[in-house]
Nanobody, 126 residues
Framework: QVQLVESGGGLVQTGDSLRLSCVASMLTFSGHSMGWFRQAPGLEREFAAAIDWTGVTTVYADSVKGRFTISRDNAENTVYLEMNSLKPEDTAVYYC???????????????????WGQGTQVTVSS
């Protein structure tokens, strides 16, 4: 059974940094694009960043562009989300997900992903 396990969340202050990790098991990791989504209380799940299976193509939401960096290590079956200059509005549960799509449009759409992790909480205090 495919498992995606996120870690690295926590409570930080405005301007701080965090690095999230997502380790995949029982998944042909190098054959899947990976995405990070987030969901704040009372709001819909929203796209944050994605990376194609090669690691060459990355896509970001405008709200995180220039502050977040997504990367992957196919040898370690791990995708990362480096988050810098964090803001209170970044507070959410962050989920990683896997898809077999690799076009930029599909990578932004949570409906294109079919494996999901349980999420890790990120809280940014002002």
């Amino acid at each position: 059974q495919v498992q995606l396990v996120e870690s690295g969340g926590g409570l930080v202050q405005t301007g701080d940094s965090l690095r999230l990790s997502c380790v995949a098991s029982m998944l042909t990791f190098s054959g899947h694009s990976m995405g990070w989504f987030r969901q704040a209380p009372g709001l819909e799940r929203e796209f944050a960043a994605a990376i194609d299976w090669t690691g060459v193509t990355t896509v970001y939401a405008d709200s995180v562009k220039g502050r977040f960096t997504i990367s992957r290590d196919n040898a370690e079956n791990t995708v990362y989300l480096e988050m810098n200059s964090l803001k209170p509005e970044d507070t959410a549960v962050y989920y990683c997900a896997a898809t077999n799509r690799d076009d930029s449009y599909a990578l932004r759409d949570y409906r294109r992903y079919y494996f999901w992790g349980q999420g890790t909480q990120v809280t940014v205090s002002s």
